[in-house]
């Protein structure tokens, strides 16, 4: 019997008998640890019935007797100690440590989390920066090594580069047309940081596909730029807006515990969307500083100085046609190396790696991964009509213009002005110089979109663009004299204003579109709708190379008069609170195969609370009709749950 049984091992079927504990009946499983060590009658002995139990009272499963006889031998040595000594045992072993404090290990944990927020931001503002900066600087230097024809017809006499340097550029500034087709399907597809990280991977590409000067190099690659020019900054701005309302709820994880059924007070996060995309614009405008640095120390070892360059250039600024006419045909005075290009060219391949290496290993995601599953779930027909039916909505009509103006302007800068203007005067030796003014006067100055902290929101933009507008009629009345060095310092002047502007204009912009959508399932939507028209209006500029700058001038200065218009028109629809018309997101339609799914809540975790829960159920059960909402949408959009 007992005796002969080895510990840890249960005897042979016996009946076990089981006393009651001091008269009184052992709730089920709670009988004391010496009740558990009673012997077992022998053999041929009637069994005791339970005093809880009456005559006809089932037996109970033997689960917890051969539980209780594997832990009864196991306790044997201390089956002494009385039920008070156990337990004090086992609350010594598994209780709470005496020096932890909840509250600190909370108050550690989201700090942690956090200080990750602001990692992911400083990354991705670092990867755009450097990924912008290696193609803006080779296709810079490319372009000015393929203009020269003598570096042309002794490298590359046989293979019309300069034709392929015009359907380089086509492919570049044309595919993005289509862009508003797929790059919402391809955001929600991947996820926002993997359609970050494809699209840098393209750009990398394209950097490769220099090695071997080839059409069938060149042009695909360009081509492949094109189709994820603006994927890659949608998912940008999507990313840090998402890293914004992340940070709010890691800063006010107390209040949403209290407060978790409660509505968001409006405008919550607006500080935290402020701060980080004046973080990633002060960044981003160093990649035209970084840009230069090819040209600063390798090509312009290699140029000619601007009186032979110059030496056919009548006019210059307001009086000029096209792109600088007359400018010399030949700018290198020797050629470069094969392996000097070699090397710039690896160095820039070096800087696209490490800018994929930082999104993919730096960068966390945007959202958790049932937040995405519910994000593809409303099905790709939606997610393809969706970008055109928030085109309805009147703030974003309104603010159509001041997209196309802020696309103009970036592109202006770097061939109208510095060409026509800084090149013509200065010679393309100074291009570098006058670009990095530009850079840096950016890069400081979107800074000062921190003033919306205290400031209305429209303050900045108004600003930057009466700038702009002040710059415009300058350059509309002034014609540079050629090769004339005087005129350096007014030139690098209007540079630096310049790049005031633009970071005004565009840190603005992004905040404003944070501002006023902030709910998560719309933000791939709005920026994607951003940029489209932002890459439509660099396309246009593309177009009007051939037209004289008066003409290119006159139709910025008309097109930020509108936009300035507009935008004030509806800065004050959104002041009396007059409807906006919104799409409705669908709910979620899960496919059981595959994966089990929290059906009764998707986000059981937590991010978004039970703010969108329950916006998306007024949504499906309000007089919200399928494409349509009322005023009460608006209001909604600017406090509902951040997710």
Request: proline share 6%; aromatic share 12%.
């Amino acid at each position: 019997m007992w005796g002969g049984t080895r510990a840890g091992t249960c005897p042979t079927p016996p009946d076990w008998d089981v006393p009651p504990h001091s008269g009184t009946s052992p709730g089920p499983g709670r009988g004391s640890e010496s009740s558990r060590l009673q012997r077992p009658a022998p053999r041929g002995t009637p069994r005791r019935q339970h005093p809880s139990r009456g005559p006809g009272f089932p037996e109970a499963p033997m689960e917890k007797d051969v539980d209780g006889c594997q832990d009864g031998a196991k306790t044997l040595p201390i089956a002494g100690l009385g039920t008070e000594g156990t337990e004090a045992q086992l609350d010594d072993f598994v209780g709470a440590h005496p020096d932890y404090n909840e509250e600190e290990e909370e108050q550690k944990y989201f700090r942690r989390k956090r200080l990750g927020v602001i990692k992911n931001v400083v990354a991705a503002s670092l990867a755009g920066t450097l990924t912008y900066s290696v193609y803006l600087g080779l296709l810079q230097m490319q372009l000015i090594l393929h203009y020269d024809e003598t570096y042309r017809e002794v490298k590359y006499s046989n293979i019309r580069l300069e034709d392929i340097d015009h359907k380089v550029l086509m492919g570049i500034n044309v595919t993005p047309v289509a862009a508003l087709l797929y790059t919402p399907i391809l955001i929600r597809f991947f996820g926002t940081k993997w359609a970050m990280f494809l699209a840098v991977g393209i750009y990398a590409l394209f950097v490769s596909s220099n090695y071997w000067e080839r059409y069938y190099t060149l042009v695909p690659s360009a081509v492949a730029i094109g189709m994820v020019i603006v994927p890659l900054w949608a998912s940008m701005g999507t990313y840090i807006t998402r890293m914004a309302q992340k940070y709010y709820e890691y800063v006010n994880y107390k209040e949403e515990q209290e407060k978790e059924r409660e509505r968001r007070p409006r405008d919550a996060c607006n500080a935290y969307i402020i701060i980080f995309q004046t973080v990633f614009y002060c960044c981003f405008h160093l990649s035209f500083v970084c840009a230069q640095m090819p040209m600063v120390f390798f090509l312009n070892n290699y140029l000619y100085q601007l009186n032979h360059t110059l030496f056919a250039v009548k006019h210059c600024g307001t009086l000029s046609h096209g792109t600088l006419p007359g400018f010399n045909k030949t700018v290198l005075q020797s050629l470069p190396r094969s392996v000097s290009l070699i090397i710039v060219e690896s160095a820039l391949m070096a800087t696209a790696f490490l800018a994929m290496l930082v999104v993919l290993v730096l960068c966390g995601a945007a959202y958790r991964p049932m937040e995405e599953i519910d994000m593809r779930s409303i099905g790709w027909g939606n997610i393809f009509q969706l970008p055109f039916k928030h085109m309805r909505d009147y703030r974003l009509r309104h603010l159509f213009p001041l997209f196309i103006y802020s696309g103009f302007e970036v592109l202006f800068v770097c061939t109208g002005f510095s060409l026509n203007y800084g090149v013509c005067a200065l010679g393309l030796e100074r291009l570098a110089y006058l670009l990095m003014a530009y850079g840096f006067s950016a890069s400081a100055c979107s800074s000062l979109a921190l003033c919306m902290l205290r400031l209305r929101r429209h303050i900045p933009l108004l600003a930057g663009a009466f700038l702009h507008a002040a710059l415009l009629v300058t350059l509309f009345c002034w014609a540079p004299e050629p090769r004339h060095l005087a005129q350096a310092p007014l030139l690098y002047s209007i540079a630096v204003l310049w790049g005031a502007g633009s970071a005004l204009n565009k840190t603005g912009i992004s905040i404003l579109l944070g501002m006023l959508y902030k709910k998560k399932e719309r933000q791939d939507f709005i920026f994607t709708i951003y940029h489209w028209w932002q890459a439509l209006a660099i396309f246009t500029v593309y177009l009007w190379s051939g037209l004289p700058m008066k003409a290119k001038l006159s139709i910025m200065l008309l097109t930020l008069v509108v936009a300035v218009g507009t935008y004030l028109w509806m800065e004050r629809k959104v002041a009396q609170n007059v409807e906006v018309r919104l799409p409705r997101i669908p709910r979620p339609c899960h496919k059981t195969r595959g994966y089990r799914y929290l059906e009764d809540n998707s986000d059981e975790t937590g991010s978004d609370g039970d703010g969108d829960k329950e916006d998306n159920d007024k949504e499906d059960n309000d007089r919200h009709s399928t494409e349509a909402t009322s005023e009460d949408e608006l209001p909604k959009e600017d406090g509902e749950q951040l997710g």
